[in-house]
C-alpha cells in the first residue's frame, strides 16, 4: 500500500501559476503510475493527468493540455503538477492518486490522497 500526502494549493488570480506536489511513501513507492484528479463542487471527481512510473509516458484532460504539466523526480518519491494559466473553472479539491498501472480513470485499484484545495479568483 502507498500513502500519498499532497501539498501546495492555495488562491490565485486567473492567469496565475500553482504547482502541487505529492509525496509518496510506502513499499515500492515509486514504481507506482501516479497522477491528479479533481472534484469541483456539486461535479464528480475528474481526471486531470496521469505519468507512468518511470515518467517516460503522460497523459492529459483536454481541459488543461497545454496549460499543466505532471513531472515526477523518484529519487525523491514525490510527483508534480505544475499549473499555469489557470481558470476561476480550474478551482477544485485536488487529489493525487497512484495505482501499480497507468491509468486515465477512476479505478478500484487506485491509492488516495487526503486532497488540497485550488482556488482560482477573477
Known amino acids: 500500500q502507498v500513502q500519498l500526502v499532497e501539498s501546495g494549493g492555495g488562491l490565485v488570480q486567473a492567469g496565475g501559476s500553482l504547482r502541487l506536489s505529492c509525496a509518496a511513501s510506502?513499499?515500492?513507492?515509486?514504481?507506482?503510475?501516479m497522477g491528479w484528479f479533481r472534484q469541483a463542487p456539486g461535479k464528480e471527481r475528474e481526471f486531470v493527468a496521469s505519468?507512468?512510473?518511470?515518467?517516460?509516458?503522460?497523459y492529459y484532460a483536454d481541459s488543461v493540455k497545454g496549460r499543466f504539466t505532471i513531472s515526477r523526480d523518484n529519487a525523491k518519491n514525490t510527483m508534480y503538477l505544475q499549473m499555469n494559466s489557470l481558470k476561476p473553472e480550474d478551482t477544485a479539491v485536488y487529489y493525487c492518486?497512484?495505482?501499480?498501472?497507468?491509468?486515465?480513470?477512476?479505478?478500484?485499484?487506485?491509492?488516495w490522497g487526503q486532497g488540497t484545495q485550488v482556488t482560482v479568483s477573477s
Open positions: 510506502g513499499r515500492a513507492s515509486n514504481s507506482y503510475a
Open positions: 492518486a497512484a495505482s501499480r498501472t497507468p491509468f486515465t480513470l477512476m479505478n478500484l485499484g487506485l491509492s
Open positions: 505519468i507512468t512510473y518511470s515518467g517516460s509516458s503522460t
